[in-house]
């Protein structure tokens, strides 16, 4: 019987994992469960004997991958595969893919959470501000970056959006204003979310020359990654702009920082919570089980990003 081990730091919900366990058994594999693990030890020894792996933030580096002796493919149930060391699983003749759009209603829901949380003033009993007719741009228009698009016209907000891979009759045609540049995008709107990936063109790339461009009251929404951040440059920004705001899923590494002189101009998560809803983790975990089925028995490879 084949194994597909789900090692995931930050388990599925439930459903979710039920779902999974259901559409594996009447394909005749079996389902190793590793949720909550502390120590890298217990990954590299649950992977050593499986077929399969579904993961999330989970890292899958060389030496995960070098000592997974059976894995033919790993799964990230998500979209971001920067957890995922490619080169070594392409040497490993392990495919990697993800589930794009699987999660991606929840990330925009959560930015939206995270955006409405702050113009409350994190709800203290003050006047605070109104999402409707401020600028929202969308840096990066993926998945993500429709729904929050989708979202944002149920507040009213002046939508616009960059992204040099996407046509700008595409965005065009769900009612957002294309813009040519980064730097026009930051120079025109209060509110801005990112949806970047991480990787080597994008990490420390969101820097104080475009974050200095933002109107005032400006806020950074970041439910991508942090570390695409430059974060010396967005400390100096935060000292030199008492107006300026950061929302992120997920602290940066300077969060101690923020916490000691930025009070009530920041909100970070405690843990990854942008793709943590029940309907997210049955989308991304039904549809990793499915692909990695289609994968060994039909050689099915789509979404393979390796
Ligand atoms: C993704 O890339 O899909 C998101 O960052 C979700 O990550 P998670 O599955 O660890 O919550």
Same mark, same amino acid.
């Given at each position: 019987?084949? #194994?597909? %081990?789900?090692?995931?730091? #930050?388990?599925?919900?439930?459903?979710?994992?039920? @779902?999974?366990? $259901?559409?594996?058994?009447?394909?005749?594999?079996?389902?190793?469960?590793?949720?909550?693990?502390?120590?890298?030890?217990?990954?590299?020894?649950?992977? /050593?004997?499986?077929?399969?792996?579904?993961?999330?933030?989970?890292?899958?580096?060389?030496?995960?991958?070098?000592?997974?002796?059976?894995?033919?493919?790993?799964?990230?149930?998500?979209?971001?595969?920067?957890?995922?060391? %490619?080169?070594?699983?392409?040497?490993?003749?392990?495919?990697?893919?993800?589930?794009? @759009?699987?999660?991606?209603?929840?990330?925009?829901?959560?930015?939206?959470?995270?955006?409405?949380?702050?113009?409350?003033? &994190?709800?203290? &009993?003050?006047?605070? *501000?109104?999402?409707?007719?401020?600028?929202? &741009?969308?840096?990066?228009?993926?998945?993500?970056? #429709?729904?929050?698009?989708?979202?944002?016209?149920?507040?009213?907000?002046?939508?616009?959006?960059?992204?040099?891979?996407? $046509?700008?009759? +595409?965005?065009?045609? +769900?009612?957002?204003?294309?813009? @040519? *540049?980064?730097?026009?995008?930051?120079?025109?709107?209060?509110?801005? *979310?990112?949806?970047?990936?991480?990787?080597?063109?994008?990490?420390?790339?969101?820097?104080?020359?475009?974050? @200095?461009?933002?109107?005032?009251?400006?806020?950074?929404?970041?439910?991508?990654?942090?570390?695409?951040?430059?974060?010396? +440059?967005? %400390? *100096?920004?935060?000292?030199?702009?008492?107006?300026? $705001?950061?929302?992120?899923?997920?602290?940066?590494?300077? /969060?101690?920082?923020?916490?000691?002189?930025?009070?009530?101009?920041?909100?970070?998560?405690?843990?990854?919570?942008?793709?943590?809803?029940?309907?997210?983790?049955?989308?991304?975990?039904?549809?990793?089980? $499915?692909?990695?089925?289609?994968?060994?028995? #039909?050689?099915?490879?789509?979404?393979?990003?390796?």
């Amino acid at each position: 019987m084949k #194994k597909v %081990l789900i090692a995931t730091e #930050k388990p599925f919900a439930k459903e979710a994992v039920d @779902g999974i366990k $259901k559409i594996a058994d009447e394909a005749g594999y079996e389902i190793v469960l590793l949720e909550k693990y502390t120590e890298k030890s217990q990954l590299l020894e649950a992977v /050593a004997n499986v077929d399969a792996m579904i993961i999330r933030s989970d890292i899958a580096d060389k030496e995960v991958l070098d000592a997974a002796k059976n894995l033919k493919v790993v799964v990230r149930a998500g979209a971001g595969f920067d957890n995922i060391d %490619l080169a070594a699983a392409t040497a490993n003749n392990i495919v990697a893919m993800n589930t794009p @759009g699987q999660n991606s209603n929840a990330v925009a829901e959560l930015a939206f959470g995270m955006m409405l949380f702050m113009a409350r003033g &994190g709800f203290d &009993g003050k006047a605070g *501000s109104e999402l409707r007719d401020k600028t929202l &741009g969308i840096h990066a228009y993926g998945n993500v970056g #429709k729904y929050v698009a989708e979202i944002a016209k149920g507040f009213n907000m002046k939508i616009y959006a960059f992204d040099p891979f996407v $046509k700008d009759s +595409d965005i065009e045609a +769900d009612g957002v204003i294309p813009v @040519g *540049s980064v730097e026009e995008l930051y120079k025109t709107c209060q509110y801005v *979310s990112l949806h970047i990936p991480a990787n080597d063109k994008t990490r420390n790339s969101i820097n104080k020359d475009l974050l @200095g461009l933002m109107p005032k009251n400006g806020v950074l929404v970041n439910t991508a990654r942090k570390e695409v951040i430059h974060e010396a +440059d967005l %400390l *100096s920004l935060m000292e030199e702009r008492q107006d300026f $705001k950061y929302l992120s899923d997920i602290a940066p590494d300077c /969060a101690a920082e923020f916490a000691e002189k930025y009070t009530g101009r920041f909100f970070f998560t405690p843990k990854k919570m942008g793709a943590q809803t029940a309907e997210a983790n049955i989308n991304a975990g039904i549809a990793g089980i $499915k692909q990695i089925i289609n994968f060994l028995e #039909k050689g099915d490879d789509t979404f393979k990003v390796n």
